[in-house]
């Protein structure tokens, strides 16, 4: 198989809109939009070879190649308060006077959005799924799947360190990986899948603040299984259960020079179980 197209997409609403806003009146960061963003647009190849061996059965290896331009980054400056042109009731009570003024003083961090330059990402993936037909009753429903995604980043912004020195960064997880098993027979239905994703450079923090540290959203896998029973034709009961592992989802900040150690445990930021979610469900069709 071989395909090319372009596509093009604009950002978010919230994100063109021209308005400066503090989304915590609790914390002295501003947001503001930019409608002068263009569109991202892509041009993307994609190849793949694929043998099915066996019925329900494939094993394929995919090469593909991205070509983006005027992607959305965002990036912060440091203002002050009186500079936003906000009301003093855009920032919480712990910022204003007896008289319930904010100082037009007060150093605020700015977030925006702008357009970054040519991107290119092209990489490799590898592909696996079968039945496990010959295997004896009550085995013959299971069945695996499995994929690894790699991808090479060119042309990508680089991070310097404040001596100067170059470092490689990836907007984007390098590589990702999943497997699932199944099984599946009757009015039965279980499936059981984990999913990872490495490393990526914070989209907030795409330069050096000055301070080396370079900001990164970590590496996590996620855990979620699936099982239904058909009740009939038309009706069917269904168990979801979403991030079995209470995967720990966090940035940290990785130490440029590396004087103080890659931070994966002792500058963390943003870290936050999103919890396991167990969902109860009756689908019905007419």
């Known amino acids: 198989r071989a395909s090319y197209g372009k596509t093009i997409s604009r950002a978010s609403l919230s994100i063109i809109a021209a308005q400066t806003v503090i989304p915590n009146m609790f914390d002295n960061t501003a947001t503001a939009g930019n409608p002068n963003l263009k569109p991202q647009q892509s041009r993307n190849l994609d190849t793949s070879l694929e043998w099915y061996f066996k019925p329900g059965s494939v094993l394929s290896a995919a090469y593909f190649k991205k070509e983006l331009t005027d992607?959305?980054?965002?990036?912060?400056?440091?203002?002050?308060?009186?500079?936003?042109?906000?009301?003093?009731?855009?920032?919480?009570?712990?910022?204003?006077?007896?008289?319930?003024?904010?100082?037009?003083?007060?150093?605020?961090?700015?977030?925006?959005?702008?357009?970054?330059?040519?991107?290119?990402?092209?990489?490799?993936?590898?592909?696996?799924?079968?039945?496990?037909?010959?295997?004896?009753?009550?085995?013959?429903?299971?069945?695996?799947?499995?994929?690894?995604?790699?991808i090479d980043p060119f042309n990508s912004q680089k991070w310097i360190t404040t001596a100067g020195k170059e470092?490689?960064?990836?907007?984007?997880?390098?590589?990702?990986?999943?497997?699932?098993?199944?099984?599946?027979?009757?009015?039965?239905?279980?499936?059981?899948?984990?999913?990872?994703?490495?490393?990526?450079?914070?989209?907030?923090?795409?330069?050096?603040?000055?301070?080396?540290?370079?900001?990164?959203?970590?590496?996590?896998?996620?855990?979620?299984?699936?099982?239904?029973?058909?009740?009939?034709?038309?009706?069917?009961?269904?168990?979801?259960?979403?991030?079995?592992t209470n995967t720990l989802s966090y940035d940290y900040f990785e130490d440029a020079t590396g004087q103080y150690g890659d931070g994966h445990r002792t500058r963390m930021d943003y870290a936050k179980y999103d919890g396991r979610t167990i969902k109860f469900g009756l689908r019905g069709k007419l």
């Not at 919480?92 to 977030?111: E, S």
């Not at 795409?206 to 301070?211: L, V």
């Not at 900001?215 to 269904?238: F, V």
């Open 71 to 150: 992607a959305t980054v965002s990036s912060t400056t440091q203002t002050t308060f009186g500079a936003l042109g906000l009301p003093d009731t855009a920032l919480g009570a712990i910022f204003q006077d007896k008289n319930g003024h904010v100082d037009p003083n007060l150093p605020m961090t700015l977030r925006t959005y702008g357009n970054a330059g040519q991107q290119t990402l092209k990489g490799y993936e590898l592909a696996y799924q079968q039945d496990f037909n010959f295997l004896p009753d009550p085995f013959k429903g299971l069945g695996a799947l499995a994929s690894y995604t790699h």
């Open 167 to 244: 470092i490689e960064v990836n907007s984007v997880p390098k590589y990702a990986y999943s497997f699932t098993t199944y099984y599946e027979r009757g009015p039965l239905a279980m499936r059981l899948s984990y999913n990872y994703k490495g490393r990526s450079l914070h989209p907030d923090n795409p330069k050096n603040n000055g301070d080396d540290l370079i900001r990164w959203r970590a590496a996590r896998g996620y855990l979620d299984g699936t099982i239904s029973y058909k009740l009939s034709e038309n009706l069917e009961l269904r168990l979801d259960a979403l991030n079995l």
